[in-house]
């Protein structure tokens, strides 16, 4: 929203002053909590299902290793789309569940709880990347760096494409596109690898890292509108 907008709405619908609000403040029972005590909380709220895919990807990952070596890379870089997905549902969560209002007027800002989660689930994708990107390389005798731009690609992509959806698509319709540009990104990528193999060769790798750049700003912008999105409500307590 535009902030001539948000003036004039402020203006035209300007509430009253609050009075002895500190006082009132004051007498609400406040449970003192630290910001890693926060942030750990918040592991108990990402739905089970978002472990069950990284433990399925793990797995997948080993028996491909073991089984499947030179195909490895492949197979991991079409499947990560999917853990990319599991942030664009934390990301849209409040919405399809129409609890976003709510949330908003809670102890705890939706903006503070949004970006623990995040931290949470983006810690978690680079550890799990910290395994298969040297997994991969090991397997594939290509250097962890051309690896690491295979994976990360479309990892970003799915990431950007669905930050931008969820920002413009609200309630469950948001969750089936996010379900969509996941399985769209994954077949493209095999698509790419089947009928353009040449993409991977040394010479087009340039090609690959300003693609890989410039994916990290447009991620890093639609992160920060799809915070702007989550205005606090004047009584929040956070």
């Known amino acids: 929203m535009k902030l001539s907008l948000k003036r004039e709405l402020g203006n035209a619908f300007e509430a009253p002053a609050p009075t002895r609000k500190k006082e009132f403040l004051k007498k609400l029972p406040q449970t003192k909590i630290s910001n890693p005590s926060f942030v750990i909380a918040q592991f108990g709220y990402i739905p089970k299902y ?23 890379l492949w197979i991991i870089s079409a499947l990560i789309p999917f853990i990319a997905l599991s942030i664009l549902t934390e990301n849209a969560r409040s919405g399809v569940y129409l609890m976003a209002e709510l949330e908003m007027a809670a102890r705890f800002s939706l903006k503070s709880v949004m970006l623990a989660r ?31 731009l295979y994976i990360l690609v479309p990892y970003m992509l799915t990431v950007f494409i669905g930050l931008w959806a969820t920002r413009r698509i609200h309630g469950m319709e948001s969750m ?42 447009l991620v890093a912008k639609e992160m920060r509108k799809s915070i702007e999105q989550t205005e606090e409500l004047a009584w929040s307590l956070s």
């Open 176 to 217: 089936y596109v996010c379900m969509g540009i996941a399985v769209g990104v994954s077949a493209l990528n095999i698509f790419v690898q089947q009928i353009f193999p040449i993409i991977y060769e040394m010479e087009y790798m340039p090609i690959w890292i300003i693609g890989f750049v410039f994916l990290i700003v």
């Open 118 to 148: 995040m931290g949470i689930l983006g810690a978690s994708h680079l550890l799990l990347l910290m395994f298969l990107i040297p997994l991969c390389a090991m397997y594939n005798l290509r250097a962890v760096f051309h690896v690491g």
């Open 50 to 72: 978002v472990w069950g895919i990284f433990s399925f990807t793990f797995g997948i990952a080993i028996v491909c290793g073991c089984f499947m070596e030179k195909d490895v």
